[in-house]
């Protein structure tokens, strides 16, 4: 696997332990446009290999409704299971709602800390 770190203006990933961490960055604004973005470089960069990703939220600002659908449905192409890391337990609420709303394809769980969600991904290999 050839996924070495891709970096665009939304977001940065890289594959470690099989897993992709993917971690936005501070201050961002989630467009559709941006969404789009994000998942063609993933899907460009990962190939034919469906990977867990630990996704870090914890620096977008907002993401508009067309972005969230996207993401839910487009986004978990080639993607087994999606641990959100969201940092606080405010935001964990208000993400629990777009996971109700957007139900998204893959298994998805929210965490507070990087440690809990790699753990519950790590959970779910073989």
Not at 31 to 41: E, F
Not at 51 to 64: A, T
Not at 68 to 79: F, M, P, Q, T
């Amino acid at each position: 696997m050839s996924l070495k770190k891709i970096e665009n203006d939304f977001a940065k990933f890289s594959v470690e332990d099989g897993v992709i961490h993917f971690v936005y960055k501070q201050g961002v604004e989630l467009d559709l446009h941006g969404a789009i973005q994000v998942v063609a470089d993933r899907l460009k960069a990962q190939g034919n290999t469906s990977f867990p990703i630990i996704c870090d939220i914890r620096g977008l600002k907002s993401v508009n409704k067309e972005a969230r659908d996207y993401l839910a449905k487009e986004g978990s192409s080639k993607v087994s299971a999606v641990a959100l890391v969201v940092g606080s337990p405010a935001r964990k609420v208000m993400s629990n709602f777009y996971l109700a709303v957007n139900k998204p394809d893959v298994p998805t769980r929210l965490f507070i800390s990087e440690e809990d969600a790699l753990t519950y991904l790590h959970s779910l290999e073989g």
